[in-house]
């Protein structure tokens, strides 16, 4: 079974660091303080939709249930409103947490394959980070190849009936220097914490 959809879960399914990991992150240091009065999940437009509900997933990290939280097709649904964070009574950093997860998520590569959101993220990153700017079309393109192969070969001839139109380019927009931005984002720390 699915360990997402099973109730019961086990001592053996938790990760021992998994939690202090999170909490480790900007924003995450509150989590514990979370009383499962479930604000959160009742205001988020998204939690219809959502494998395990805010509440389920605060509840689900700080025990340490890493496969659980971050195979949920919650932290990819999440849409970054904010409603939650502002709401709890708690003041715990909901969103901050979705965003930590996302990022545990794409270090781990944990995410269901069916998802295609990391392998946008991944691929606007590395187009921003070679350019400096993102190109639309071609990162549509990227994310159709990675995606869905054939479909992508399927449209070939109407990708060639828009750009014959010019509602298509493959012009690649570029920064006229990226090497700025591109030591900047190397500085950057991969895994969410923040640098001493
Ligand atoms: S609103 Fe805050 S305190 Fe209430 S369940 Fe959600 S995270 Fe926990
Ligand atoms: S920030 Fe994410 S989890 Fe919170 S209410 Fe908005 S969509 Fe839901």
């Given at each position: 079974?699915?360990?997402?959809?099973?109730?019961?879960?086990?001592?053996?399914?938790?990760?021992?660091?998994?939690?202090d990991?999170?909490?480790?992150?900007?924003?995450?240091?509150?989590?514990?303080?979370?009383?499962?009065?479930?604000?959160?999940?009742?205001?988020?437009?998204?939690?219809?939709?959502?494998?395990?509900t805010?509440?389920?997933?605060?509840?689900?990290?700080?025990?340490?249930?890493?496969?659980?939280?971050?195979?949920?097709?919650?932290?990819?649904?999440?849409?970054?409103?904010?409603?939650?964070?502002?709401?709890?009574?708690?003041?715990?950093?909901?969103?901050?947490?979705?965003?930590?997860?996302?990022?545990?998520?794409?270090?781990?590569?944990?995410?269901?394959?069916?998802?295609?959101?990391?392998?946008?993220?991944r691929?606007?990153?590395?187009?921003?980070?070679?350019?400096?700017?993102?190109?639309?079309?071609?990162?549509?393109?990227?994310?159709?190849?990675?995606?869905?192969?054939?479909?992508?070969?399927?449209?070939?001839?109407?990708?060639?009936?828009?750009?014959?139109?010019?509602?298509?380019?493959?012009?690649?927009?570029?920064?006229?220097?990226?090497?700025?931005?591109?030591?900047?984002?190397?500085?950057?720390?991969?895994?969410g914490?923040?640098?001493?």
């Open positions: 079974m699915d360990p997402i959809e099973r109730e019961i879960r086990y001592e053996s399914d938790r990760d021992p660091t998994f939690a990991e999170i909490r480790a992150m900007p924003g995450c240091e509150l989590m514990d303080r979370c009383i499962q009065c479930a604000t959160c999940s009742g205001i988020c437009p998204m939690s219809d939709a959502m494998e395990l805010p509440r389920r997933i605060i509840e689900l990290t700080r025990n340490g249930f890493k496969n659980d939280v971050l195979r949920a097709n919650t932290i990819w649904l999440c849409t970054s409103c904010y409603q939650c964070q502002v709401e709890c009574p708690k003041k715990i950093g909901i969103t901050d947490i979705m965003y930590a997860l996302k990022s545990k998520a794409i270090e781990s590569g944990a995410y269901g394959k069916k998802f295609t959101i990391p392998i946008l993220a691929e606007f990153y590395a187009m921003v980070k070679a350019n400096g700017r993102v190109s639309e079309s071609r990162l549509v393109q990227r994310l159709f190849m990675k995606t869905q192969p054939t479909r992508f070969l399927g449209m070939g001839r109407l990708g060639m009936k828009l750009m014959k139109t010019g509602r298509f380019s493959n012009k690649v927009e570029r920064m006229r220097n990226p090497e700025g931005l591109r030591r900047a984002l190397e500085a950057l720390p991969t895994d914490r923040k640098r001493s």
